[in-house]
């Protein structure tokens, strides 16, 4: 029911790491190991203290042997709008390196490599990440730190574009994507793209279940903020566990984030696919609101990035004492978590308290940092002025300082998933 992502180091004392899981109340553990045979050693380990082990691997995007497949197979890689491949350019970071998933070779080196890793002993199954494209957009809090602004999608992080897809789309819808005014737009072209994703993952899918081992995934949120943001349409996937990285301080940075993507992924995942909530773990209280968002409104399970971030020895204990009593109560019906929550998805901004408290401390900031001596800011009525795709834009105005501000919200994949504020011209 509580599992952890983790980078195995064979250098490091994995023995005390799964006793202090195990304490935790940590059931399983998703492991980046750079070979099988550290899975060898690793597992063993994991099982004397009762912790499952599902291989952590990385798929479209290169890891392990990215130097190897650059030099051996340049013609491998993701291509974007601008016909720039990653074989020779860099989308945000440098270990950016996505392949194209209809190139046959990727395919086939795909399936090898999972089928060498399920050949591995006591693995208890797969879990894949980084199975999809770049970032079309980024999550608006990670916009600063790239100095960019996503509004929509532009053409230098639109991928998917490499010759092999652009024939094969061809073929199948008459009509090259790029003669589109705006190939953005093109609900045809980005299906296309998320079909392609989702072929790598049901083979995937086959190789796991033929060696009896548990299929899993770490997607993006939602199935829908999904498919905008990274062509990754996981409600199709064959999985029998999904754990989406609904890490809210990348996008709204508020818990009611964590709930609507969960509500979300009840209605949107495979019937089949038993729902986590994959959380960003946080050495304070706000872990445990995070963790009450996701169980409370249909999720099963938690996974958390990573266990090691937990140091305070109060938040231990009480982390511990949230996973026995949660177990508790999911045994007690009969295996299940059930929704205690009547919560629906909130799209209206106004009303999310939290969001909006966000919002006026940023303002408050922006002003503070011209006046550090500015009073409290007095925020006029919002009024939209702009609206654009998933874009709704905002002007509101401080009526101390008498500066206005733009709020830009964002709703990838039909809910509040993001929010921005620049400053105004003072004639707005």
């Known amino acids: 029911m509580f599992w952890t992502w983790l980078d195995y180091n064979p250098t490091t004392n994995f023995d005390s790491i799964c006793r202090e899981m195990n304490y935790l109340g940590i059931d399983g553990v998703m492991l980046n190991a750079a070979s099988p045979d550290e899975y060898r050693v690793a597992i063993p380990i994991a099982k004397k203290y009762g912790i499952q082990v599902i291989a952590w691997l990385w798929t479209m995007n290169l890891e392990h042997d990215r130097d190897k497949i650059l030099k051996e197979h340049p013609d491998w890689f993701s291509v974007n709008r601008n016909g720039k491949s990653l074989a020779d350019t860099t989308a945000y970071v440098g270990y950016y390196k996505f392949l194209s998933p209809v190139v046959p070779g990727v395919k086939e080196y795909i399936k090898q490599k999972i089928q060498s890793y399920c050949e591995v002993e006591g693995l208890d199954g797969i879990s894949i990440d980084y199975n999809r494209y770049v970032d079309v957009v980024l999550p608006t809090t990670l916009w600063p730190k790239y100095n960019i602004v996503q509004d929509r999608e532009y053409p230098a992080w639109d991928y998917g574009y490499h010759p092999i897809a652009i024939e094969k789309f061809k073929k199948q819808y008459g009509y090259d994507p790029r ?80 709930k609507d993507c969960t509500l979300e992924n009840v209605r949107d995942k495979a019937a089949n696919t038993t729902l986590y909530c994959g959380l960003m773990a946080k050495n304070n209280d706000e872990m445990f609101v995070d963790m009450d968002e996701a169980l409370n409104n249909g999720a099963q399970g938690i996974s958390i990035f990573t266990i090691h971030s937990l140091q305070d020895p109060k938040i231990k204990e009480r982390f511990r004492a949230y996973t026995t009593a949660a177990k508790s109560k999911k045994e007690k019906n009969n295996g299940t978590l059930p929704r205690i929550s009547t919560n629906k998805v909130e799209n209206d901004p106004f009303k999310k308290a939290g969001i909006m408290k966000l919002i006026t401390q940023k303002i408050q900031d922006m002003v503070k940092a011209e006046n550090p001596a500015a009073n409290p800011v007095v925020l006029s009525k919002y009024k939209q002025v702009d609206a654009y795709d998933v874009t709704k834009k905002y002007l509101v105005k401080d009526k101390v300082s008498n500066k206005n501000f733009y709020v830009t919200f964002f709703f990838y994949g039909d809910i509040l998933s993001g929010w921005n504020v620049d400053p105004a011209p003072s004639n707005s």
């Open 179 to 258: 003669t589109q005014k705006d190939p953005s737009k093109d609900l045809k072209w980005r299906q296309f793209r998320c079909d392609q994703i989702t072929d790598i993952a049901n083979m995937i899918a086959e190789v796991v279940h033929s060696h009896g081992k548990t299929m899993a995934a770490s997607p993006f949120p939602t199935p829908k903020m999904a498919s905008r943001m990274v062509r990754q349409d996981w409600g199709k996937w064959k999985l029998d566990v999904v754990f989406p990285m609904v890490y809210s301080n990348f996008y709204t940075e508020d818990p009611s984030f964590i």
